[in-house]
């Protein structure tokens, strides 16, 4: 397959019978939780091609753990491939992982779910071919530097045209979709930016000192070693005050060395695990509407696509009680664009298309802008006094033991007559 820089893209997959992936999976894939940052792992085995499957691809298929994303950390990196692979490092041992998000994959498999496990052979036979080769780097810990030096190849630049081997069998972890954390990102961000230097290993406190009485439920005073960073998070409450300065201490100190190993793929690190909180648009919509706006005098083709892409969005935005999903900050050379896609069609012969995006770039604008966020954030943020009582004036006559017209319930010589 040719690939320009050895990217994958959302094409076509060649026709071939494929394994029917399983019936959770195939209901996980049609629920994904797109407005959330989640991800579900996926198993994949080789059953019908055991006998091929050895030495040292046999090896990195033991190895391999594969994830479908619903959001991309990275999105706004320009040129961003369709799927992203490397090796790890963690407490368990050396691993590859191979990551690819929702809707690119049900685009790669032609909306198809019974196409999903050639979509996924394909991209796996690659981190076999590479991940068998390179098995002493990656054992060693220095795949990761290799590739980005440029000196050793990434783990999808071999995506065969046809498959070599039968469509894996495919299932979903029994965990089912749940958020994304630092190892995801960290994976990611070492697949884009290369390896920064921190240590996974667990956190094994010192023992309370003399006098220091244990605290219930601490891990460090009950001896227990913790994962990091992700199970110190979870369990930063349950940590006694003296292992807590010291869990501070150990964090600071890996975090520091994990920085100055390789400062722009940190920063990038730290961006994305912000972004972790922040809300977003679904199925990559951010970065391919902004990357429409600001193509330089699109054709007939690039036109089309646009127009597909916004009605898309609009349908997933439409229907939403509150807009979850602002169209500002980065967002904001879109609105001018959507503004004129509609005559910019109709100038091109496109009416049809025209008529369908005019609505639907309507419902996109709806959306606040940043602006439009900070100006409510601030009004929210002042105390606002109550609204004084308006004096009532009497503008018709009423007789005196008519209901007052104020509202009040009294009658009128009891309340604004003159009796009162």
């Not at 085995?45 to 033991?62: H, I, M, P, Q, Y």
């Not at 992203?84 to 691993?95: H, L, Y």
């Not at 290799?146 to 990434?154: M, N």
């Not at 970065?287 to 089309?304: F, W």
Request: glycine content about 10%; hydrophobic content about 40%; some cysteine.
């Amino acid at each position: 397959m040719a690939l320009s820089d050895v990217r994958v893209t959302e094409t076509e997959t060649a026709s071939r019978a494929t394994s029917e992936p399983d019936g959770a999976l195939v209901d996980a894939l049609l629920i994904a939780p797109v407005w959330e940052k989640q991800v579900l792992e996926i198993g994949v085995r080789w059953d019908g091609d055991e006998g091929r499957l050895t030495g040292d691809r046999a090896w990195a298929a033991d190895r391999l753990r594969m994830f479908l994303l619903t959001w991309d950390p990275f999105e706004w990196q320009p040129g961003r491939p369709a799927a992203f692979a490397t090796s790890t490092s963690r407490a368990d041992g050396v691993g590859l992982v191979l990551y690819l998000p929702h809707w690119r994959a049900m685009a790669m498999a032609g909306g198809e779910a019974a196409r999903l496990p050639e979509v996924l052979g394909r991209l796996a036979e690659s981190v076999l071919s590479v991940g068998a080769e390179q098995r002493e780097a990656i054992v060693d810990g220095s795949y990761a530097a290799g590739v980005q030096a440029g000196v050793l190849p990434r783990m999808l630049s071999r995506i065969p045209d046809q498959l070599e081997f039968a469509p894996p069998n495919i299932t979903m972890d029994s965990r089912g979709w749940r958020p994304i954390q630092f190892d995801v990102l960290e994976d990611l961000a070492q697949d884009d930016f290369g390896p920064a230097d921190l240590d996974r290993s667990p956190v094994r406190f010192s023992e309370p000192g003399e006098g220091l009485e244990a605290y219930p439920g601490c891990p460090g005073c009950g001896g227990q070693a913790v994962e990091f960073p992700d199970g110190l998070k979870d369990t930063q409450d349950a940590i006694c005050g003296t292992h807590r300065t010291e869990a501070l201490r150990i964090t600071t100190a890996r975090l520091e060395t994990a920085k100055a190993s390789n400062p722009s793929g940190w920063e990038a690190l730290l961006e994305a695990g912000q972004r972790l909180i922040e809300p977003h648009l679904p199925n990559g919509l951010g970065p391919r509407l902004v990357a429409a706006a600001e193509m330089d005098a699109p054709g007939v083709a690039e036109l089309t696509a646009h127009a597909d892409l916004v009605v898309g969005a609009a349908s997933l935005m439409a229907g939403l009680p509150d807009p979850q999903t602002p169209l500002g900050g980065r967002l904001t050379p879109v609105r001018p664009w959507l503004e004129r896609l509609p005559a910019d069609l109709d100038a091109h012969g496109l009416t049809d298309e025209a008529a369908r995006v005019a609505p639907a770039a309507q419902e996109l604008l709806t959306a606040p802008s940043a602006d439009d966020l900070a100006v409510a954030a601030a009004a929210a943020a002042q105390e606002v006094d109550p609204p004084k009582p308006v004096p009532f004036r009497r503008q018709v006559r009423v007789g005196r033991n008519a209901p007052c017209p104020c509202g009040s319930g009294k009658k009128y010589k009891f309340c604004h007559g003159t009796g009162h």
